[in-house]
């Protein structure tokens, strides 16, 4: 998969969802959903061309490649497991979780991604003895768990990563 900066992301995301309403993508659409500048536009337009991600010509509109459409589908892929994790397992609210997932969309690398789509499948799915992690944790957070309510968990957890007898507490 090509590299691309989370703003030039934004900018395929941006001619796909105008693709998807119009069927092409105008610099001054672009521009007014993005809030941005047209010649901001033209200029993002240029450079997802030289990738291949984008067929573009001056005054002309965007169009996604086989390749840009391929880079959009990870992009979203990334984006539906993070608002999933944050909002299905974290129960986060759903403003929360959607502007935390599109931050971060930008920067989940692969591996990262693949261990995360692992957990939920792991903690989504019956365990033995009919246990669901995402639903267990649900009702952690709501209720706590034997008298302890989620804050003294964390309380708890971020005085262990303290410790400095702890080889993992090291700088990174």
Avoid: W
Wanted: hydrophobic share 40%; charged share 30%; net charge positive.
């Amino acid at each position: 998969m090509i590299d691309l900066s989370p703003t030039l992301e934004n900018y395929l995301k941006g001619v796909h969802r105008l693709e998807g309403r119009d069927r092409y993508a105008r610099v001054r659409d672009l521009a007014r959903d993005l809030r941005v500048a047209k010649p901001a536009v033209t200029v993002a337009l240029r450079r997802l061309a030289e990738k291949g991600l984008v067929d573009y010509r001056p005054y002309e509109p965007a169009r996604l490649t086989a390749a840009g459409r391929a880079h959009v589908r990870q992009i979203m892929l990334r984006y539906r497991v993070l608002i999933t994790f944050f909002g299905d397992v974290l129960g986060l609210d759903e403003k929360v979780a959607d502007a935390t997932a599109c931050a971060m969309e930008h920067s989940l690398d692969p591996p990262a991604l693949e261990r995360l789509i692992c957990f939920l499948a792991f903690a989504g799915c019956r365990r033995k003895g009919g246990v669901d992690l995402s639903r267990r944790f649900r009702a952690f957070i709501a209720d706590g768990e034997e008298q302890r309510v989620c804050d003294a968990c964390v309380q708890e957890y971020l005085q262990d990563l303290e410790d400095p007898a702890d080889p993992r507490t090291g700088s990174g």
